[in-house]
């Protein structure tokens, strides 16, 4: 009884403390979890009937909590136990009473307990996906509506949030099926049905379902949903839906004509009519759209917004290649701009847009004179006089025109009126310098460049008036040189660049004029003095540039990120030099080097660690072959010294990329052994013994590798004997742990080790040399025995090592030895092929 009390009493703070926001949805069914659970612990083997109506309660609310809450699964047991409770309610009823009405009363009182259940059960099913048990519960709860009339509009709508969240998840079945039974369940009883509009809602869900299901099987059901909703409540959601249907079916413009009438006579917003224009022009129904169009004008004659209509016609005419048609509505609607029946201004704005958009068309497509011609539409909305910046951007474009038209004196009248509009436009001065180039007018040109720059440099006087954006300005200072350049007018552009990089402080400015400076500088001198050029670059531009990130952490408004994108612009360029001269290797070196001092000013992410590691490797590699080709000693140690630097901090580098993702199958571990290898052997350092301590331990290395090494330990002025055995031991060793081995990797490997330790005309050897050999022979016979693959050069190699060996160890007294190696000899004699009678 205590652990009841108490569980109830949870129960009760769950609720007062939900209502009063302390306790959250979840957390409130978790402890309505609890405290179901202790009530149904206490339940004893006949409960009374105030107990039982309890726990058909408290089990109902706790599945219900769980199914809002997102757990259906957590509900189920739930809804069991309510269920199975309503029926021990519903015996224990009977049991007590002794009339036929009371009876009915109990009946009905359980009736509304097992609807509520089942209706809770099919939201779980539905949650769950279960869509057999759903529908076996929805009409278990429809069976009962003849005795529930009231829960109709209940069930109806229960119905409906199952279509909406069947067809949110793109189950068009499922979707159609709830919503069919959803509008069905609203027909039952009209004393308490949903309502018209409620229905006809319903309806346009449904044939949105069976449009997006697929429209040419179920068209038929979709137009019979579509009609019944507007039927039942004519919105015009449902009549643009039906327009949507009949489009997407490829309808007679006939049948079309008809749907759209169906609203004619109805009172629609213009903006609705907007859309419906919209639709049908978009879907290429132009016959339908456009005597629509011409029909909407009647209905809202008095609208002041009526001009988006002639706006949207004139837009679709364009889109629809009816230039004609188009320029007679703009001159209709400029002869009513100036009698009174001007556009509202975001008409006008819209129709500006329009203007500009088909002139920059055929702007593209160098119809300048037919470009002009929309400009100047544009120009007929202004009054004389007028000064506006929009305005002033229009002289330009139409000056930009009169230019491509070598008409350069109405370039100038535009850029003047351009001028008056908006004096201190960098635009502006930017005409000023195409028209100066194209007359070869370089002092004016220089002037003008001068003049955009002043402009980008000191801020504006008035609060109201930008300053002219930094991108904006380098941007434009970088086409100037593009344009000096098209009119082979390099001098001009190269100046202005210097002049820019030589006196400006700024770093973002800077770095615009730098990066310019290195194209131009490399288009003009790379044809012509290929090693002046790259000498220029490399020592001025890049110099400078590196110099100034180096410098930047001080200035205020130069930003860590405008750094850090310069940086990333400067190595790029820096690496695609590299790669450009490949053909000079200590070009392609310094280039990488200078990428990578240009990459540490960049944020180490994943891409620039990837790209340091490159460029290390790069520089690395390019000194060990110089250092390969060099003849004396003290250049070759500088170059293998470089290498082993770049070796070393490329390391440290590589640890770090690690952590950042899977490198399984990348080789720079191996290329870092190999060059940091080369360089020590190289240089006779002592601690390469060290180094190669830690390389026999690891079991990844693969046998390429331990060949590279044996023979760099063995390459001048390297001598190490001893590593390159190991290295050849290790390597026949993996040889020999392949399913199936290369016979002629094998040989070459056995070859290289033999040789080593075998030296030829060596009579006194070590009896523990000798067994080694001996062994290594055994192995190669194994190999030749197994195989057709092995080199027969290789086998008559064995046989006549083996054979000598013997004949040595005869000439010192040692004949049984000597008969055991010639008798290895001639083992490898029956392997022979052609060669074979010769030897016998």
């Known amino acids: 009884t205590q652990v009841e009390e108490g569980a109830i009493s949870l129960w009760n703070w769950a609720v007062t403390k939900h209502a009063g926001s302390v306790v959250n949805d979840e957390q409130r069914a978790k402890l309505r979890f609890v405290a179901c659970r202790l009530v149904c612990l206490c339940e004893g083997s006949d409960p009374p009937e105030g107990t039982i109506r309890r726990q058909i309660l408290m089990s109902m609310k706790t599945g219900k909590g769980w199914i809002d809450i997102g757990k259906a699964d957590l509900a189920d047991e739930f809804l069991e136990i309510a269920m199975s409770n309503i029926e021990k309610l519903y015996a224990k009823l009977l049991k007590g009473s002794d009339s036929e009405a009371d009876i009915q009363v109990h009946k009905a009182d359980v009736e509304k307990n097992v609807f509520k259940v089942l209706s809770y059960q099919a939201e779980s ?80 869900l449904l044939a949105t379902a069976y449009f997006e299901w697929d429209c040419n099987l179920y068209l038929d059901k979709a137009l019979k949903a579509i009609s019944l909703a507007n039927q039942e409540n004519l ?126 068309k055929h702007y593209e497509a160098k119809s300048y004179s037919e470009a002009l011609h929309w400009y100047n539409y544009s120009v007929s909305f202004y009054t004389p006089g007028q000064i506006d910046q929009n305005l002033a951007k229009l002289q330009r474009n139409m000056a930009s025109c009169y230019l491509h038209l070598k008409q350069v004196d109405k370039a100038k009248e535009a850029v003047k009126e351009a001028e008056r509009c908006d004096p201190n436009s960098i635009f502006t001065k930017f005409s000023i310098y195409k028209i100066a180039v194209m007359e070869k007018d370089t002092d004016k040109a220089v002037e003008a460049v001068i003049e955009m720059w002043k402009l980008i440099e000191k801020p504006s006087k008035h609060e109201d008036k930008l300053k002219v954006d930094e991108n904006t300005g380098t941007n434009l200072l970088s086409l100037v040189a593009q344009i000096a350049l098209e009119n082979e007018q390099q001098v001009v552009a190269i100046k202005a ?158 640890k770090v990329l690690k952590l950042t993702g899977d490198f399984a199958k990348d080789p720079t571990d191996t290329l870092l052994l190999l ?27 693969e046998v390429k590798t331990l060949e590279i090494i044996a023979s760099l330990a063995m390459e001048s002025p390297a001598r190490y004997p001893v590593l390159c055995k190991k290295a050849l031991k290790s390597a026949l060793s993996l040889h020999r742990k392949q399913a199936v081995i290369d016979a002629v990797k094998f040989s070459k490997c056995l070859h290289s080790l033999i040789n080593l330790s075998l030296p030829t005309g060596i009579t006194d050897l070590d009896t523990c040399v000798l067994q080694e050999m001996w062994d290594y022979f055994e192995d190669a016979l194994s190999v030749v025995s197994s195989t057709n693959a092995y080199p027969e050069m290789e086998i008559l190699w064995l046989m006549t090592r083996a054979w000598n060996t013997g004949i040595f160890q005869y000439t010192v007294g040692k004949y049984k030895e000597a008969e055991q190696w010639c008798g290895l000899g001639m083992r490898f004699l029956n392997h022979l092929g052609s060669l074979k009678k010769t030897y016998e």
């Open 125 to 204: 099913a539905v949650a769950q996906g279960d869509f057999q048990k759903a529908v076996m519960c929805v009409q278990r709860c429809k069976d009962m509506l003849m005795k529930l009339p009231k829960e109709t509009c209940y069930l109806s709508i229960l119905c409906y949030n199952f279509g909406v969240e069947t067809y949110e998840q793109k189950r068009y079945e499922q979707s159609s099926f709830w919503l069919s039974q959803s509008y069905d369940i609203g027909k039952m009883d009209m004393k308490y049905s949903v309502g018209k509009e409620m229905q006809a809602k319903v309806l346009r």
């Open 235 to 360: 919105h015009p959601a449902g009549v643009f839906l039906k327009v949507k249907i009949l489009l997407k079916s490829g309808a007679s413009d006939d049948d079309i004509n008809s749907a759209v009438a169906e609203f004619l006579h109805h009172e629609m917003s213009l903006d609705f009519c907007l859309n419906t224009a919209k639709l049908l022009l978009e879907n290429g129904r132009e016959s339908v759209g456009f005597d629509f169009l011409k029909s909407v004008p009647e209905r809202f004659e008095s609208s002041l917004d009526l001009g988006k209509f002639t706006v949207l016609h004139i837009e679709f005419l364009l889109q629809n290649k009816r230039e004609l048609l188009a320029k007679q509505k703009v001159e209709e609607v400029i002869i009513g701009h100036y009698t009174g029946k001007q556009l509202l201004p975001e008409a006008l704005n819209r129709l500006h847009i329009i203007l500009w958009d088909t002139a920059a």
């Open 497 to 654: 660049l210097e002049y820019l990089s030589e006196h400006v402080q700024d770093c973002q400015r800077l770095f615009a004029a730098l990066k310019c400076l290195v194209r131009l500088m490399l288009s003009k001198f790379m044809a012509e003095n290929e090693e002046k050029s790259v000498t220029y670059v490399l020592n001025n531009t890049f110099s400078a540039a590196h110099k100034r990130l180096a410098e930047s952490f001080t200035e205020e408004k130069f930003t860590g990120d405008m750094r850090i994108l310069e940086a990333h612009w400067f190595r790029k360029v820096a690496w695609n030099l590299a790669i450009q001269f490949r053909g000079c290797p200590e070009k392609t070196r310094d280039f990488f080097l200078l990428s990578f001092k240009l990459s540490q000013f960049c944020p180490s992410d994943k891409a620039v660690l990837i790209a340091q590691k490159t460029c290390l490797l790069m520089a690395a590699a390019i000194d060990l072959e110089m250092g390969r080709q060099q003849v004396t000693p003290s250049e070759q140690m500088e170059f293998m010294t470089q290498a082993l630097q770049h070796v070393q901090t490329c390391r440290e580098i590589w």
């Open 675 to 701: 060059y940091e290898f080369e360089a020590r052997s190289k240089l006779n350092d002592p601690t390469l013994y060290n180094l190669m301590e830690s390389v026999w331990e690891q079991p990844q290395i």
